[in-house]
């Protein structure tokens, strides 16, 4: 999708990237191979032509298309950040700053489950960003975040973040997480269904007054908040991509970025 991307150029949008991929431009390297470009001067299409070569030259610096797309189509980077992404979310002993307390912070890149435990090794945690590209959160912009980085100063996050939450309303699966989830097929195993933040934190006070199977079971209801993620955006991405392209070819009303009825 990165490739088919033409939005990140000046003056670019998605009615004009749509005109593009009409035109059977369907990626960067058909746009450099062209001479002429049908509602564009011989000039305009030079200039393009010098941005698309400056993106292929910056194919892998996730920085430089952090900077020039706007927060809500960094979904369009999974597939080509995929393998330095991961799926991330948080426990708390509450919902509001300050005064909370960061219990667990889980963190899974597709392969490998990681959760780092107030007292244990949560000061660990910053290290485990390095190398990364992108983050996936269900929510991450109001709390994860924001959280995380006022509880260790000078957090360096990775710089490209997809939030599910607003990638999927936008697609009209409104909700919490536990409620999108089942639309997808996913299923949490028994001892943590129903679960939700609240009992989290009940969870986390039982298990600091000494009760070991109680941090357990925080941590199994963390790892569905987690990798269920990686189900969500595969299939966020799968469908926003469809819609672009539905909407490019005429077939659907519903531009992008417009809440469709599903």
Not at 34 to 53: D, F, K, P, T, Y
Not at 88 to 97: A, M, P, R, V
Not at 141 to 164: E, W
Not at 226 to 243: K, P
């Amino acid at each position: 999708m990165l490739k088919r991307t033409f939005i990140h150029l000046p003056g670019v949008g998605h009615r004009t990237e749509a005109h593009f991929w009409r035109q059977g431009f369907a990626t960067w390297e058909d746009f450099l191979g062209a001479n002429r470009v049908s509602s564009l001067s011989r000039e305009r299409v030079q200039r393009l032509q010098e941005h698309l070569q400056e993106s292929l030259d910056q194919v892998e610096n996730a920085d430089y298309f952090a900077q020039r797309l706007q927060t809500g189509e960094h979904w369009r980077l999974f597939r080509h950040l995929r393998g330095r992404a991961a799926y991330l979310d948080i426990e708390t002993t509450g919902t509001f700053w300050p005064g909370l307390l960061v219990t667990v912070v889980g963190l899974y890149d597709g392969e490998t489950m990681r959760q780092f435990v107030q007292g244990y090794n949560l000061h660990e945690f910053p290290r485990a960003l390095e190398g990364l590209d992108l983050l996936v959160t269900f929510n991450g912009t109001q709390f994860d975040l924001p959280v995380l980085k006022a509880y260790f100063p000078g957090l360096s996050l990775p710089p490209v973040h997809v939030d599910l939450r607003f990638l999927l309303a936008r697609l009209g699966f409104r909700g919490g997480l536990k409620k999108i989830e089942p639309r997808f097929g996913i299923h949490r195993p028994e001892e943590v269904n129903g679960m939700d933040g609240y009992m989290a934190v009940i969870l986390w006070e039982r298990y600091q007054r000494g009760d070991r199977t109680a941090l357990e079971l925080l941590l199994k209801y963390n790892r569905e908040d987690v990798i269920n993620l990686e189900v969500l955006m595969e299939e966020g991405f799968r469908l926003y991509r469809e819609r672009l392209v539905s909407w490019s070819l005429g077939e659907r009303q519903v531009q992008p970025g417009a809440t469709a009825r599903v």
